[in-house]
């Protein structure tokens, strides 16, 4: 079946410009969360939906990040006038649901790289 | 501050030789801790996982040991493949305030070189 898809791949954007990220969560994946993977590192949480709520938004490094998810599947990643600290490749991760106790595993799109010059 | 800590960027072994990849954590709230693997240009991948009430969790080839006490977990890879080859993190949850989810936390990963 169809895994988690992310677009654009790659995003060359020019300083002080406005992005948006999209991500297509797997089908009924209740739970979404994005996350920021700078060179070197590994991927650090930014905000976490449940359906259309987003009920963490604590990795979010500033105000000039914000993510939407208005229906409940599809999320949008938007960074606003854009610093060269944003490049890095933004992940969106999808999830069922929390089951009984259980960790339920993220499944991981390909990523957005996002270059700003 | 680094809550979930690989320290080695890199290891190389042969072909059919046990892998070993360390991870050391210092926040003691993380109650579940999993392996990834990312290919290039890939996103990752989960492999295998261990709660914090057991010290070991298998999965074919793959083993997950958890030291609580000392805060350590490995992951063991017996008999490593060229097809093994990837960048491996380390990732410790704990659950989102709302209780709905966890939050992963990643190490720095740890690129693995299975020598034909």
């Known amino acids: 079946g169809a895994g988690v898809s992310q677009s654009p791949r790659y995003k060359v954007a020019k300083r002080g410009q406005d992005v948006a990220l999209r991500c297509d969560p797997i089908s009924g994946h209740v739970s979404l969360f994005w996350y920021q993977q700078a060179l070197g590192q590994g991927p650090e949480f930014l905000t976490y939906f449940q359906n259309e709520a987003q009920l963490d938004k604590s990795g979010l490094p500033s105000d000039r990040f914000f993510a939407e998810r208005p229906e409940g599947s599809v999320s949008t990643l938007k960074i606003q006038r854009t610093q060269q600290e944003d490049s890095a490749v933004y992940l969106c991760?999808?999830?069922?649901?929390?089951?009984?106790?259980?960790?339920?595993?993220?499944?991981f799109g390909p990523g957005t790289r996002l270059t700003v010059l | 501050d680094q809550q979930v800590k690989q320290n080695s960027p890199s290891l190389s072994v042969q072909e059919g030789r046990i892998s070993i990849l360390n991870c050391d954590y210092t926040n003691s709230m993380f109650d579940y801790f999993l392996w990834y693997k990312k290919y290039p240009a890939e996103g990752p991948t989960f492999l295998i996982s261990i709660s914090s009430i057991k010290d070991k969790n298998e999965d074919g080839r793959f083993t997950v040991f958890l030291n609580k006490s000392a805060k350590h977990l490995s992951l063991h890879i017996v008999p490593s493949q060229p097809g093994d080859s990837a960048v491996y993190f380390c990732?410790?949850?704990?659950?989102?305030?709302?209780?709905?989810?966890?939050?992963?936390?990643f190490g720095s990963g740890t690129q693995l070189t299975v020598l034909p």
């Open positions: 990732a410790a949850s704990v659950l989102i305030s709302s209780g709905s989810a966890r939050q992963l936390t």
């Open positions: 991760a999808s999830s069922l649901a929390w089951s009984g106790g259980r960790a339920d595993t993220q499944y």
